[in-house]
């Protein structure tokens, strides 16, 4: 970027909708700092995550209860399920078991996965098999 401003914080920005959806952002903003007549690199947080939508519904098909908690095996990241069983899940694997509990319940969803660049696919229904806790 040229014309940045020497030993003082510039605030570079980049668009939000400028990337695609299936990206990860933990920072739109950066503030550096270059010396007189030098340059400076400035890599934003921004990474692509393997990211689906999906509805869980448990065996007797009703929708699995807003607040139940969805997690993977291989990710220390704990996913919210909203209204009427929607989860959004990142880091997914081509095969993947998803683990649900909520109060004293508790349930599992095998999920398969393929990467769709770009997108952040919707993946259907899938029926959460109980399990004991």
């Given at each position: 970027?040229?014309?940045?401003?020497?030993?003082?914080?510039?605030?570079?920005?980049?668009?939000?909708l400028?990337?695609?959806?299936?990206?990860?952002?933990?920072?739109?903003?950066m503030?550096?700092?270059?010396?007189?007549?030098?340059?400076?690199?400035?890599?934003?947080?921004?990474?692509?995550i393997?990211?689906?939508?999906?509805r869980?519904?448990?065996?007797d098909?009703?929708?699995?209860?807003?607040?139940?908690?969805?997690?993977?095996?291989?990710?220390?990241?704990?996913?919210?399920?909203?209204?009427?069983?929607?989860?959004?899940?990142?880091?997914?694997?081509?095969?993947?078991i998803?683990?649900?509990?909520?109060?004293?319940?508790?349930?599992?969803?095998?999920?398969?996965?393929?990467v769709?660049?770009?997108?952040?696919?919707y993946?259907g229904?899938?029926?959460?098999?109980?399990?004991?806790p």
């Amino acid at each position: 970027l040229p014309r940045l401003h020497a030993y003082l914080p510039n605030h570079v920005t980049i668009e939000q909708l400028d990337l695609a959806f299936d990206t990860q952002i933990n920072a739109l903003r950066m503030n550096p700092v270059p010396a007189w007549r030098s340059g400076v690199a400035i890599e934003f947080p921004v990474r692509r995550i393997a990211a689906a939508m999906l509805r869980i519904v448990t065996a007797d098909g009703l929708p699995v209860p807003v607040g139940a908690v969805a997690t993977l095996p291989d990710n220390a990241e704990e996913f919210p399920v909203g209204r009427d069983g929607q989860a959004y899940l990142t880091g997914l694997q081509p095969h993947n078991i998803v683990t649900l509990h909520w109060h004293d319940q508790q349930c599992s969803v095998v999920l398969p996965y393929v990467v769709v660049e770009g997108s952040v696919p919707y993946l259907g229904e899938f029926t959460c098999v109980s399990t004991t806790p």
